[in-house]
């Protein structure tokens, strides 16, 4: 998915107000994750440095779509 694809995509869904990409990688504020990336890519087009950025937000769509369940921890 290109940058403009992946902004349309999370412009036309509800958003969760917290993702985990990965174990102990959590997205407390989605909205602001989806902000910060955009506005990088944006800045910064055509440079390699982006890639993690498109990275991110295709797992964020994984997340989104399939959202990882852990356990809750119990603290002792």
Known sequence: M???EL???FTGIELPARITLES????ED?????ESHFAYIKA???SKSIAVYMLRLHNAIKAIETPIEYPEKHVV
Do not use: S
């Open 44 to 46: 910064h087009e055509g």
């Open 30 to 34: 989605v909205p602001l994750f989806l």
């Open 2 to 4: 290109t940058a403009e």
């Open 7 to 9: 902004e349309g995509y």
């Open 24 to 27: 102990g990688v959590v997205v």
